[in-house]
């Protein structure tokens, strides 16, 4: 073998080794670097944090399990553009984010992003949630940004947590009750919108202060018991208290105290809600007020209902007393001093009906200016050199009242208000018209209508009154003056006139500054203008027509006097105690012309039923309603009066005569019998 040949095949088999050895290599490196790559991805899958790596057209080149599910994208090599196309983002604060604006847009621009927070929504599922997105370029070999590494971290649970805390702060803010955390000493720690609007103190004002600040002294240790019961654990409820605010108003404040724990459990501090409850306190106390006068008028009109009777026998008998005497001076005037005191009790009777909204009132259209000016000039010499007048009278008409019942109210007032001024003062009156809306207190609790109404206020400068007296000034017989001075009836008598007018009355008073009380009165409407009243006959002589009259009432007393008045005028008389003798009564007795009844009676039959049975089978029968009460009480009663006549009790002969004339003059012959 030559040694060129030698040479060649070392060569050869140096070239062959080499070939060999370098396909080792090649396959080793080929080994290590898949063994890197899976222990990358095996790096990478186990990440909390989701990782996508894009290149430059955008193409998936590599992410782990996290970021897949992150991205809904099971397999390299597609498009970014799908998740692009799939989700919709937002920004942290919810506003749309341009894709531009995308981590991924910024990075491929060269951007570095860092701890951006975004919401998403998938436009397939609907699903949301927020993520913290870090990209960041990879130079390529020419330095340019080849790829792209994103990473995400899901904030989800983060931001739902910071969104019910968020939304707890707004309704918190919100609201219009206090709430407030104290410290465990009653620090305030924090302070709401509403505390500010209820106590008037700012947050900056408050915090770090105590909330004994706001609370009356007798009421500090309130609060400092409440504090250690809720470091004890418990929870108090409703607690009511006073509570001052910044103009030095006392509010009536409803307050719940509660513990808040730490992530432990640890009681570290106390949450306070608080309510004012001032307007409502008030308005219970109108009302249970509103509620014992409904029960006194009650009771009031029915005693004076009852006394109507007793006072109709007294005044019946001394009238027909009259005509047995004549010529006894000595007897006459002692009938002449009974009846004096019989016309006093019926005045106090009268009294007594106007508290319980029970007396007979004529509303017509009138003029407010004329009415206050009457009555100022009635009481003017009644109020001495030593109390001064002050007016502030509106021109004001149409006011649907009773003029007469106005100026008595107001006689009554300036009376009262004379009485408070003995050292003398001033005395002021005001009218005008106000409006009253659906917020107005007395519109809110019932007592008004929302509309415009005449207002009148009379206003003293005298002694005042004490919270408690003001609570029973409308009570009849209720007086503060010495004994003889009053009757306890003047007020209850303004207070019956303004409830009866559909209006309301109002009292304020402080002891030792005065007392002003206002009446809110409603003004006429085109249908409620009444007619033009006619001219009353007010002779004693009555036509005598003859007949049968049946008289049926619960009183025996007043059946024996008004039975004797129509004997008087020449008529015969049926008595009957209840609807059923009376309908017995009709039925045994042809001929019956009349029939005078009370309404209100016992034995299960009205009178206003008993009418109606009468003129089923007697239509011929006339009917005349008697009653203590008015015709609009009556009516609010279901007590239809109709076409037939009412006499109010007590009745006097000359009344019960008229009435029965107006019941009979249209009438046709009478041919009643015996």
Do not use: C
Request: charged content about 25%.
């Amino acid at each position: 073998m030559s040694m060129l040949s030698f040479f060649l095949l070392v060569a050869f088999l140096a070239i062959g080794l080499s070939v060999l050895w370098l396909r080792y290599r090649v396959s080793s490196l080929r080994w290590q670097l898949a063994d890197a790559n899976l222990r990358l991805q095996s790096v990478l899958d186990n990440m909390v944090e989701g990782v996508v790596v894009i290149d430059h057209d955008r193409r998936i080149i590599l992410m782990n399990r996290r970021g897949s599910r992150m991205i809904s994208v099971d397999e390299q090599g597609v498009s970014y553009a799908l998740v692009e196309e799939q989700y919709e983002a937002f920004t942290a604060s919810g506003d749309p984010l341009p894709f531009e604006q995308w981590p991924s847009s910024r990075a491929l621009r060269g951007d570095f992003v860092q701890e951006f927070r975004i919401r998403h929504r998938n436009r397939i599922t609907g699903d949301t949630g927020a993520r913290i997105m870090n990209t960041a370029p990879m130079p390529g070999p020419r330095g340019d940004a080849g790829q792209i590494i994103i990473s995400y971290r899901d904030d989800s649970e983060r931001t739902v947590a910071d969104d019910a805390r968020s939304r707890l702060a707004n309704i918190v803010e919100s609201s219009n009750d206090a709430i407030v955390s104290v410290s465990l000493e009653g620090k305030v720690l924090t302070w709401n919108k509403g505390a500010e609007k209820i106590i008037g103190y700012s947050s900056e004002e408050m915090i770090g202060e105590s909330m004994e600040r706001l609370l009356a002294a007798d009421d500090s240790d309130l609060m400092q018991d409440a504090l250690k019961r809720v470091a004890a654990g418990e929870t108090v409820e409703k607690f009511d208290t006073p509570q001052k605010t910044r103009d030095g108003r006392i509010l009536r404040i409803d307050i719940s105290i509660s513990p808040i724990r730490d992530a432990g459990g640890v009681i570290q501090s106390a949450s306070i809600i608080a309510r004012d409850i001032t307007e409502t306190r008030n308005l219970e106390r109108q009302f249970q007020q509103a509620q014992k006068m409904e029960a006194i008028g009650q009771l009031t009109g029915g005693i004076a209902h009852d006394f109507n009777n007793l006072l109709g026998v007294v005044s019946g008998n001394l009238d027909l007393l009259e005509g047995l005497i004549e010529g006894n001076q000595p007897a006459l005037h002692r009938a002449t001093l009974a009846r004096k005191a019989a016309s006093r009790a019926a005045d106090l009777t009268r009294r007594l009906l106007a508290f319980s909204s029970k007396e007979t009132l004529k509303p017509i259209s009138t003029s407010l200016e004329h009415s206050v000016r009457n009555a100022l000039e009635i009481a003017v010499h009644a109020l001495g050199p030593s109390i001064r007048i002050s007016t502030d009278i509106t021109p004001i008409h149409n006011v649907y009242i009773d003029p007469a019942g106005l100026e008595s109210a107001l006689l009554n007032l300036i009376v009262n208000a004379r009485d408070a001024m003995e050292s003398g003062g001033l005395l002021h009156v005001i009218s005008k018209a106000i409006h009253l809306d659906e917020t107005h207190p007395y519109v809110a609790n019932g007592y008004l209508k929302p509309g415009t109404y005449a207002f009148v206020s009379v206003t003293d400068t005298g002694s005042g009154m004490t919270k408690e007296t003001l609570e029973r000034v409308f009570e009849p017989f209720f007086t503060t003056k010495e004994r003889g001075r009053g009757t306890g009836l003047g007020l209850p008598m303004v207070y019956g006139f303004a409830r009866q007018s559909k209006g309301h009355v109002q009292i304020y008073s402080e002891a030792g500054q005065g007392t002003t009380v206002s009446l809110y009165l409603p003004f006429a409407t085109s249908n409620e203008l009444p007619a033009q009243p006619t001219a009353k006959n007010t002779a004693r002589s009555f036509r005598r027509h003859g007949g049968k009259i049946l008289l049926v009432d619960d009183e025996i007393e007043l059946l024996d006097v008004s039975s004797a008045y129509l004997n008087k005028l020449g008529y015969i008389t049926l008595l009957a105690q209840d609807g059923p003798h009376a309908l017995q009564l009709v039925n045994e007795h042809p001929g019956i012309d009349l029939m005078v009844t009370d309404i209100v009676m016992p034995g299960g039959l009205n009178g206003v039923e008993l009418s109606n049975l009468v003129a089923q089978s007697q239509p011929q029968i006339r009917t005349i309603y008697t009653s203590g009460f008015p015709e609009d009480a009556l009516a609010e009663k279901n007590f239809k009066i109709g076409e037939h006549v009412l006499l109010n009790k007590p009745y006097r002969l000359a009344e019960l005569a008229e009435a029965v004339d107006r019941a009979l003059q249209h009438a046709p012959e009478l041919v009643g019998t015996a």
